[in-house]
């Protein structure tokens, strides 16, 4: 069983669309967050939630908005979406911060 | 003061040396330091993990040596393999809130 899941695995579209990730765990954690991975591998966070909770908010633009319909689902929505939105976003779940458990990321390619 | 530096950006090993990955932080308040690897494809994985209290932790043939006074630790991977060739990323936690990660290094073992 998979712990941590994404989908879609590849998402290319156009610039302006609208578009979601949809993330599920089933390792009963109760943080769940969202990571962007650049073309230089650089991995940072973009959001946190804890139980449904927004903990962690980082420096995002309005376009990005997670939601958290229980503990096991985060997704993210993307309206507007721009070139330099293109990159790999990855899904994880923790007990604890210091250990998390990512997904298999999502391929986001803005054309 | 939230960075964690990492270097070097790419390593390359033959089969059966020791790769060495270093990263340093400035801040002090950082309280876990763990290493995650990503294979191509796939989210990063936890794999080996140290609290500062600690000058050495050792599993297998990973292990990270840490020198607080000096704000530094570091990967080392004895007796490398092929199948050890994956980006490497230092972290830490500031206050058991978020992770946050360093550059990565990509590692590649020829036989």
């Known amino acids: 069983d998979t712990a941590v899941s994404q989908t879609p695995k590849y998402l290319v579209t156009q610039m302006g669309n609208d578009k979601s990730i949809k993330c599920e765990q089933n390792l009963g954690h109760d943080t769940m967050y969202w990571y962007k991975q650049d073309s230089k591998k650089f991995l940072k966070i973009m959001f946190s939630y804890n139980n449904k909770e927004l903990i962690i908010n980082e420096t995002v633009p309005n376009r990005f908005s997670p939601k958290s319909p229980d503990k096991a689902h985060l997704n993210l929505h993307i309206n507007s979406l721009e070139l330099g939105d293109s990159a790999v976003y990855f899904c994880a779940s923790s007990q604890a911060p210091s250990e998390q458990y990512f997904g298999p990321g999502t391929r986001l390619t803005v054309t | 003061q939230q960075q964690v530096k990492q270097s070097p950006q790419s390593l390359i090993v033959q089969k059966g040396g020791i790769s060495i990955i270093n990263c340093a932080y400035e801040n002090t308040a950082f309280d876990y330091f763990p290493w995650y690897q990503q294979f191509p494809g796939k989210g990063p994985a936890l794999l080996i993990a140290?609290?500062?209290?600690?000058s050495e932790k050792k599993e297998g043939r990973f292990t990270i040596s840490f020198n607080k006074s000096a704000k530094q630790f570091s990967l080392h991977i004895m007796d490398s393999q092929p199948g050890d060739s994956a980006t490497y990323f230092c972290?830490?936690?500031?206050?058991?809130?978020?992770?946050?990660f360093g550059t990565g290094t990509r590692l590649q073992v020829f036989p």
């Open positions: 972290a830490a936690t500031l206050n058991t809130d978020k992770l946050i």
């Open positions: 140290i609290r500062p209290d600690v």
